[in-house]
């Protein structure tokens, strides 16, 4: 069969998903359906699950290295103590990368890692997922706009799976650290941050010159919430991930009325809902990816942004876990 590009059908992207647990199950799900790409094949230590999933979503199911030799690129997600030793592989064969995050167990596998892409000229992009949601899309125009002082983010609730394992600033408080990180274009310059020694619940409070960020994560909440705020001097903007909605509240207007011979009172504000184009942030993520792939630009969420985060949270659960050699953290970073 004849696949060399056209001007008006481009070959396809050979695609494949290394680890298909929940998550890449749903990257082979969404590759399936996109028009862009061929999933060539999935891989997984285990071959039963990675034969299920091959079913589902017609493909094969192939060991690592026949993978990356028909691949252009895949998406590692494997646990995150795997992700050095598996992205370096995909790397070193020249083949493309999106790797759920955290991008590393530490910043100087995250580091080698951005080499090795760079040495190979592939793409290393982190699967940082939130930054696709649109409605923080939606914030991310209106920012430049704004003069912010404070933005505060809440990612509550019990997990889907009670028993599941995992600490909260990693595996949760990490998407707000990044959202913050790029809706201000760095890193913080100071944290502190307090929470339960289960690991269960977190909160931060991080420096950004003049603007303050808290971010909070739990899993003992009853109530899921995916929220985000921003205060700026000219308005308030709401961010709901879950109902990828925004509203910015603006021109409050406090007054006092006689109703009756009563004096009341009445507080009321100008409240603007913005367009948001919803869609499935993973879609979006790996639309992205994949036009990256082809058109050879910058992934719009790159290693340094990953290694940025990965910095951020580790220092915040070193506060919160009470590591005294890393407390300098809580003053200045």
């Given at each position: 069969m004849?696949t060399?590009?056209?001007?008006?059908?481009p070959?396809?992207?050979?695609?494949?998903v290394?680890?298909?647990?929940?998550?890449?199950e749903?990257h082979?799900?969404?590759y399936s359906?996109l028009?862009s790409v061929?999933?060539v094949?999935v891989?997984d230590?285990d071959?039963d699950?990675?034969?299920r999933?091959?079913?589902?979503y017609g493909?094969e199911?192939?060991?690592?290295?026949?993978?990356?030799e028909?691949c252009?690129?895949?998406?590692?997600?494997?646990?995150?103590?795997a992700?050095?030793?598996?992205v370096s592989?995909c790397?070193?064969?020249g083949?493309?990368?999106l790797?759920e995050k955290?991008?590393?167990?530490?910043i100087?596998?995250?580091?080698?890692?951005a080499?090795l892409?760079?040495?190979?000229?592939?793409?290393?992009q982190?699967?940082?997922?939130e930054r696709f949601?649109?409605?923080?899309?939606?914030?991310?125009?209106?920012?430049d706009d704004?003069?912010?002082?404070s933005i505060?983010?809440?990612?509550l609730?019990p997990?889907?799976d009670?028993?599941a394992?995992g600490?909260?600033v990693?595996?949760?408080?990490v998407?707000d650290?990044d959202?913050?990180?790029?809706l201000l274009?760095?890193?913080?310059?100071?944290?502190?941050a307090?929470g339960?020694?289960?690991g269960?619940?977190?909160?931060a409070?991080?420096?950004?010159?003049?603007?303050?960020?808290?971010?909070?994560a739990?899993r003992?909440?009853q109530k899921k919430?995916?929220?985000?705020t921003?205060?700026?001097r000219?308005?308030?903007v709401e961010?709901d991930?879950?109902e990828?909605?925004?509203?910015i509240?603006?021109?409050?207007y406090?007054e006092?009325?006689?109703?009756?011979g009563q004096?009341?009172?009445?507080h009321?504000?100008v409240?603007?809902?913005?367009r948001?184009?919803n869609?499935?942030?993973?879609?979006?993520e790996?639309?992205s990816?994949v036009d990256t792939?082809?058109d050879g630009?910058e992934?719009a969420v790159t290693a340094g942004?990953?290694i940025?985060?990965?910095?951020?949270?580790?220092?915040i659960?070193?506060?919160v876990?009470?590591?005294?050699?890393?407390?300098?953290?809580?003053?200045?970073?």
């Open positions: 004849n060399e590009p056209t001007r008006t059908s070959r396809p992207v050979q695609v494949g290394v680890g298909v647990g929940a998550m890449g749903n082979a799900r969404v359906e028009r061929d999933l094949g891989t230590h071959v699950v990675a034969r999933v091959a079913a589902e493909t199911c192939l060991d690592i290295d026949p993978l990356l028909r252009d690129a895949v998406t590692v997600a494997v646990p995150t103590h992700h050095y030793e598996t592989r790397l070193e064969a083949v493309h990368v790797v955290p991008i590393a167990e530490t100087e596998q995250g580091r080698t890692m080499k892409a760079q040495n190979a000229g592939v793409v290393l982190v699967g940082h997922i949601n649109p409605a923080v899309q939606t914030v991310g125009d209106l920012i704004l003069d912010v002082i505060e983010a809440e990612r609730g997990p889907i009670r028993s394992p600490n909260v990693f595996d949760l408080m998407h650290v959202i913050v990180a790029s274009e760095d890193g913080p310059e100071s944290i502190s307090m339960t020694e289960d269960r619940y977190a909160t409070t991080m420096g950004y010159g003049d603007v303050v960020a808290t971010v909070t739990s003992v909440t919430v995916r929220k985000l921003v205060t700026a000219e308005c308030l961010v991930y879950l990828q909605s925004v509203l509240h603006r021109d409050s406090p006092y009325l006689i109703d009756d004096r009341r009172y009445r009321e504000s409240v603007e809902r913005p948001v184009d869609g499935e942030p993973l879609r979006h790996l639309e990816f792939v082809r630009a992934p942004d990953g940025t985060a990965l910095e951020t949270v580790q220092r659960d070193a506060l876990s009470n590591d005294e050699p890393r407390r300098e953290h809580e003053v200045e970073i």
